[in-house]
């Protein structure tokens, strides 16, 4: 019996300046989880958009359960059975899990919504899935991995037989990593084929039976996970191999200290926070998704009011009543939510880049120096390879890991002391991590004081002179890079105060 589900031969696809897709391969069968690798801009969710009608190929065939097909269109691919849950989550924030679910589709009786029957049939889905969730729940208060749990009930309300995932874990933490990898066994010993793109190359082990690499919009190869080291895998989507810089400098242990924060508390999230970071040192934040890491970068830069608490910036107390206070106390902030306060996706890359720091590109008369903004732009696309036909490119039109770079070259324009890095690689190839490490490396260096939150322990242990640990909105644990192992950062992320 022939297991192939999908076939995609020879898919090509332009966009102005940019060849996105070459004479591209890819083929799934039923019941198999299959990854689709590569580095930032390679063309995986271009792939992926090809299959789902979100784009129209330029040349190619695809084949669909014996017959070739064309996807013209989104609701076509959907008839299909072919569902995606997209590297962006696309969710309507104000309505309910159990609305977003069923949008534009909802069960009515004559004209009026069958509110009821829509709760009930969420909740059926959910319970398929195996996750507790409350159909009723307004998107806005879920969590990120909540939100992608409604992400793929919606899915498969389609009644999907091939379901893509694009970067499912880059927001997850290890445990909502851990029931995603459950429903995903499910779906696979129901049939369903699944294709998964990541960064994380630990995970592929786990959970791919088959790994297809693309470079540059080109198809590599197909290989069977079991058969191939990962080693191999990585050389295949950058073309060389890789050096991997071993530990950060010891800087900055006895540096004077840049920030200090005491007695932080904001309602049942932040519980007596207080630490301090020193002038050259990276600081790593550990801990689950939800432990309150993110609440204290928020504190710190004034985007949420504290209840109590004060923050030193260079041994003088300070009042951070909005992010303004905080750019102008030499506080730059990388936040997880990058739609939120990421970048402008509608304007190009170099205003992007400039923004931040948009008086220091002001001219003696007044004027903006235009050509001091193009390069010193020119320089951060260079210094973190970004992928873009030219920096007037506009920033919607990056593929993912490259938004992420314009973003972090913005906060390295502006000159700032105290620099917080909320998940800074997340999203981000395997190759330009690497580069994204020595450019905290070299910051610290520089005499900079460094807050960086991550999930990823491995980056934590990478990155860290110092580590805190945080559970349940307090302080649980403090551990110096010496001391420090995945294990017992672990056993502080888990472990309750009060
Ligand atoms: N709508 C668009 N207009 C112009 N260029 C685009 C558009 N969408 C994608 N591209 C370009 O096509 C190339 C492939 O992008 P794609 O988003 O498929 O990469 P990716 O492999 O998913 O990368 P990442 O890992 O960063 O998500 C990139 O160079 C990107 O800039
Ligand atoms: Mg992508």
Not at 61 to 81: S, W
Not at 251 to 267: A, D, S
């Amino acid at each position: 019996m022939d297991q192939t589900l999908v076939s995609m031969d020879n898919i090509t696809k332009d966009f102005p300046g940019v060849r996105a897709l070459d004479g591209c391969r890819f083929e799934l069968r039923k019941g198999e989880v299959h990854a689709l690798v590569g580095e930032n801009g390679a063309g995986k969710s271009t792939l992926m958009k090809v299959l789902t009608g979100v784009y129209r190929k330029d040349a190619g065939r695809i084949v669909y359960d014996g017959n070739e097909v064309d996807i013209p269109d989104t609701r076509t691919a959907q008839k299909l059975g072919i569902s995606i849950i997209h590297q962006e989550l696309n969710l309507a924030k104000d309505l309910t899990a159990a609305q977003n679910i069923f949008l534009g589709r909802e069960p009515r009786r004559g004209l009026m919504l069958d509110e009821r029957k829509l709760n009930e049939q969420a909740a059926r889905l959910f319970e398929r899935l195996g996750i507790e969730l409350d159909p009723r729940v307004k998107i806005a208060e879920l969590t990120v991995a909540n939100q992608q749990m409604v992400e793929i009930a919606k899915a498969l309300s389609f009644d999907a037989k091939v379901l893509i995932m694009d970067e499912p874990t880059a927001a997850l933490s290890e445990a909502e990593i851990g029931s995603l990898f459950r429903i995903i066994g499910q779906l696979k010993a129901e049939g369903v084929g699944i294709v998964y793109i990541s960064h994380r190359m630990d995970e592929l082990k786990k959970i791919t039976d088959r790994i297809t690499v693309m470079r540059d919009g080109a198809y590599i190869d197909t290989v069977a996970t079991a058969e191939t080291p990962i080693e191999r895998i990585i050389a295949m989507m950058v073309g060389r191999e890789l050096y991997h810089a071993s530990g950060p400098a010891q800087t900055g242990k006895n540096g004077e200290i840049v920030l200090e924060v005491r007695h932080l508390n904001r309602g049942k999230q932040l519980k007596d926070v207080g630490f301090t970071l020193r002038k050259g040192e990276i600081v790593g934040f550990a801990g689950l998704v939800g432990a309150g890491r993110t609440e204290v970068a928020r504190a710190i830069f004034g985007a949420d009011p504290i209840d109590s608490g004060d923050i030193y910036v260079h041994g003088r107390k300070v009042r951070i009543r909005n992010p303004y206070d905080a750019v102008r106390e030499g506080i730059g902030y990388l936040s997880e939510d990058r739609k939120q306060f990421g970048c402008l996706v509608d304007m190009d890359v170099k205003t992007n880049i400039a923004l931040p720091s948009m008086r220091s590109f002001v001219g003696g008369l007044g004027w903006m120096n235009d050509r001091r903004i193009g390069d010193v732009s020119a320089q951060i696309v260079e210094r973190l390879c970004v992928k873009t036909p030219g920096t007037g490119q506009l920033v919607k039109f990056l593929s993912g890991g490259n938004q992420q770079k314009v973003i972090i070259g913005k906060w390295l324009v502006r000159d700032c002391d105290i620099f917080i890095f909320d998940e800074p690689t997340r999203g981000i190839d395997v190759g330009a991590k690497g580069e994204i490490y020595e450019l905290l490396d070299e910051l610290a260096a520089q005499g900079k004081a460094i807050l960086m939150i991550s999930s990823e322990l491995p980056e934590v242990l990478r990155l860290s002179h110092r580590i805190i640990v945080m559970c349940e909105g307090a302080i649980t644990g403090e551990l110096r890079r010496e001391e420090a192992t995945q294990e017992n950062i672990m056993q502080y992320a888990t472990r309750r105060i009060g």
